[in-house]
């Protein structure tokens, strides 16, 4: 695992030469959620496929590219499509950009992602800042990471969400009149949807919402001291006693409703920060 510090080190430095240097936010932006990008002043972008030691996004509605630019006065870089444990990489790989973001001097991550909503009060297009979440992932990405140089491996997660930055989300949807839920979501392996049985039991472990992403990047943030927060659209009604077959292309959709106002959202969020 030594080596994955360096590749680290590498890409981070190989970004800074092509102009990837003084932001001090990350933004993920997840499944559908790509107009943000429109509030970004771009100064650089970068296909994944061209920086070294990164994965390449298999996912056909996750453009894979790197961004850099400006939203007001901040500098930000932005992941238009992240990585997932279900495209067969390792938790490591999944989670490498996060430690690059990190070496590249950001201080603040802000994840989206699409969920489907099992708490019966989740509608469509709802915007859910997660308060808290379950992993249920059968891989973690502190695992084997025995060289001091990564630090304390027994990470707090206590209190995995930034309480200043979740404030900033709850203030900010408040003066833009956005009702902002707040929920505990549970990461799954996918790819596949779940069963009613499966809803049942997510539910009954105290979950609100249930995705594919977020969780891996949470816990490495917390590793590397990146104070982060989250914002999940829901995209289906998970009632396992009124479940109706979705397809991905409805999930994609009905993210794409939700895309405006969560852009105007990470907007003002940013300039507040």
Request: glycine residues 8%.
């Amino acid at each position: 695992m030594e080596n994955l510090l360096q590749k680290i080190d590498e890409t981070a430095q190989w970004l800074t030469d092509k102009g990837f240097g003084g932001a001090t936010i990350g933004i993920v932006l997840g499944t559908g959620l790509g107009t943000f990008i429109h509030e970004i002043e771009i100064e650089q972008t970068i296909s994944y496929e061209d920086i070294p030691h990164f994965p390449l996004s298999t996912v056909e509605f996750h453009k894979g590219q790197l961004i850099m630019g400006k939203v007001g006065n901040k500098k930000v870089i932005a992941m238009q499509g992240r990585f997932h444990y279900y495209e067969g990489y390792s938790m490591q790989q999944i989670t490498f950009p996060v430690r690059v973001l990190k070496a590249l001097g950001l201080q603040y991550l802000l994840l989206s992602n699409a969920a489907g909503g099992m708490n019966k009060s989740y509608k469509k297009t709802d915007l859910v800042l997660l308060d808290d979440h379950i992993n249920m992932l059968p891989e973690n990405p502190l695992r084997g990471l025995t060289a001091p140089a990564f630090g304390n491996r027994f990470v707090d997660m206590s209190g995995p969400y930034s309480v200043i930055l979740n404030n900033h989300f709850t203030s900010v949807a408040a003066k833009l009149n956005i009702h902002l839920k707040k929920g505990i979501y549970v990461a799954v392996q996918g790819p596949n949807l779940e069963t009613r049985a499966e809803y049942r039991q997510l539910s009954l472990a105290g979950a609100d919402m249930v995705g594919m992403s977020t969780v891996p990047e949470v816990i490495v943030a917390n590793h590397i001291g990146l104070a982060c927060a989250a914002v999940s659209v829901i995209t289906d009604e998970c009632d396992p006693d009124n479940l109706q077959p979705v397809d991905i292309s409805e999930i994609i959709a009905v993210a794409g409703k939700a895309d405006t106002v969560l852009s105007k959202l990470f907007k003002r969020v940013i300039e507040a920060i």
